[in-house]
């Protein structure tokens, strides 16, 4: 979309410069002035579109959860760096991509959920993400192999939203089209992959991704138009963002600050401070790999050991009715 409004912005620019020279027997007359008001006017518009259209590959991994028999590329010498950026450059709907450098095996029933750490997805024209596998066309009997998933998506992390599918023809699923890596990996029509469009489910803005492997549907059923017994689970390629937009910020920090009190971490142990006594506080502590290492629901004024994990860095996510809050620690 921002390239055609360049384009448009270019041409009307053009025009209007072609009106300013149709007048130039008086540089300085009012048609000449109107020209120039209009055509910095139509710069910043054009400006405003390209700077704030923004496209780019995962970049955060929120929470990862294995699921059973298929462990390819979870290790981490991997993982996440090879779900992080494009997708892979050398898969063609023949040669898929299946090294664990390039893609990371959810696992029957596996779920992870993924972002960007400084932009949210946005509804712009089209498709507003697009999901990359390792899909192919078997040329055994020249039908898909798929692997699918079931997305969904949030803007704060607590209530997430589900694109339909459905179970028999997967269509709604990602894990369900190769991938063209050669091609232009920001042009859904060529690219390959599952692309999916906010509008469909009246959303303006997400910050949450979640795949759930749900290949167990198509394995439990021996007539399913999908079934291979080789099946072992969707493959996270990459997952590229096609309108991103700046993280909204502002209204909200002074709150977030004031909100920040509410947890505080020293040597291991976490002291909760909550002003409203409610039944619904939850504390997830996260390791660097994503993985859920600990939850528990939190009292008003609480007091949580950490002292039994490994050292090293985790993310704390707190929620409550009133706030979220997410705090790195280093134990
Ligand atoms: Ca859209
Ligand atoms: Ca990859």
Redesign the pocket.
């Known amino acids: 979309m921002s390239f055609t409004y360049f384009i448009k912005g270019f041409v009307s620019c053009f025009r209007m410069t072609k009106g300013i020279f149709s007048h130039s027997t008086n540089r300085f007359n009012k048609p000449g002035i109107y020209w120039i008001w209009f055509i910095l006017f139509h710069s910043i518009f054009v400006f405003t579109s390209v700077s704030q259209e923004h496209r780019q590959g995962l970049d955060t991994v929120f929470s990862f959860k294995p699921g059973q028999g298929q462990n390819n590329g979870q290790s981490p010498e991997y993982y996440p760096k090879?779900?992080?950026?494009?997708?892979?450059k050398t898969a063609t709907e023949y040669i898929p991509?299946s090294s664990p450098d390039?893609?990371?095996s959810l696992g029957l029933g596996g779920e992870i959920i993924v972002g960007f750490i400084n932009y949210s997805i946005v509804d712009g024209d089209g498709p507003d993400f697009t999901v990359?596998e390792n899909a192919f066309i078997n040329p055994a009997n020249n039908k898909i192999f798929a692997e699918p998933a079931k997305i969904a998506v949030s803007e704060d992390g607590i209530n997430y939203f589900e694109f339909p599918f459905d179970s028999l023809t997967l269509q709604g699923c990602a894990g369900t089209k190769p991938t063209y890596g050669s091609k232009d990996t920001f042009n859904p029509s060529e690219s390959g992959g599952n692309a999916f469009d906010l509008k469909d489910l009246g959303l303006s803005r997400i910050n949450f991704i979640k795949i759930t492997d749900i290949c167990e549907k198509v394995l439990n059923n021996k007539n399913h138009p999908f079934y291979d017994a080789i099946i072992t689970g969707f493959d996270?390629?990459?997952i590229v963002g096609l309108h991103l937009s700046p993280k909204v910020k502002g209204v909200n920090e002074e709150k977030s600050n004031e909100n920040e009190q509410s947890l505080i971490c020293n040597n291991g142990i976490i002291n909760i401070n909550l002003q409203t006594e409610t039944e619904q506080n939850l504390l997830k502590v996260y390791n660097t790999l994503g993985m859920e290492v600990f939850s528990r629901t939190l009292k008003n004024l609480d007091i949580v050991s950490l002292k039994n994990l490994p050292e090293g860095m985790y993310l704390v996510y707190l929620s409550t009715p009133r706030f979220k809050l997410l705090k790195k620690v280093i134990l």
């Open positions: 090879n779900i992080f950026g494009l997708p892979t991509a390039d893609m990371l990359f996270l390629d990459a």
